[in-house]
């Protein structure tokens, strides 16, 4: 705790920080409230897309034991351009999935079994999934962070800033009350003397 002047000035600076922070506070508050709510929302969305991505794998894994044959998808299917949008949650800047759109070169159709344009569209919508998850993780990731920021301060002021300068303010109060109440005894003592000597 920093050393603190026992004036009036001090008394006035130091209400006007306690001001302050009660002021600060309330927002500070609501914003790791927003935080947390949009951050169970990601995490709700992020398990709903895990799951639809889990039933959709397994009924493609299903249908591509029935033939048997290996395929290289990484030559038939390459992502061109993924669409990333930026949104931004109390004040943080998070990335929104808009969509993705693949790069499909030309095969030899007599050369490839008849179910790879099925097969392609299948892993191409896999692939899409896997971006949304990971722009969704990253979501809780740079929400996350701002959220531990945000309750650090919230901290801050309660338990630290607020109390330190409440304080600060009873010790100039008790000090500036001591120096008023010595100072009338001293007068009184003045006047008793001159009322002594006359």
């Known amino acids: 705790m920093a050393k603190i002047k026992l004036t009036k000035n001090e ?30 929302q990601v995490e709700n969305a992020l398990k709903e897309k895990k799951e639809e991505r889990d039933k959709f794998q397994n009924e493609v894994y299903s249908w591509v034991d029935v033939f048997g044959e290996k395929i290289d998808f990484d030559s038939l299917l390459g ?15 998070i990335p929104i999935f808009k969509g993705i759109s693949f790069d499909l070169p030309e095969y030899d159709l007599y050369t ?18 896997d971006e949304e998850v990971k722009i969704l993780e990253k979501q809780i990731e740079l929400l996350g962070i701002e959220l531990r920021i945000t309750t650090q301060r919230v901290n801050l002021f309660e338990k630290v800033k607020i109390p330190e300068t409440k304080e600060n303010i ?29």
């Open 79 to 93: 992502i061109k351009s993924l669409e990333i949008e930026s949104g931004n949650i109390a004040g943080v800047d």
């Open 112 to 129: 490839k079994p008849l179910w790879v344009d099925a097969a392609v569209e299948k892993v191409s919508k896999l692939l899409a999934f």
């Open 11 to 40: 008394q006035k600076k130091e209400k006007d920080s306690l001001k302050r922070y009660k002021r600060y506070l309330p927002t500070l508050i609501l914003k790791k409230q927003q935080l947390q709510l949009v951050i169970r």
């Open 170 to 198: 009873r010790k100039i109060q008790i000090y500036l009350g001591d120096q008023q109440t010595a100072s009338v005894v001293r007068g009184k003592m003045a006047k008793n003397k001159l009322v002594k000597v006359s």
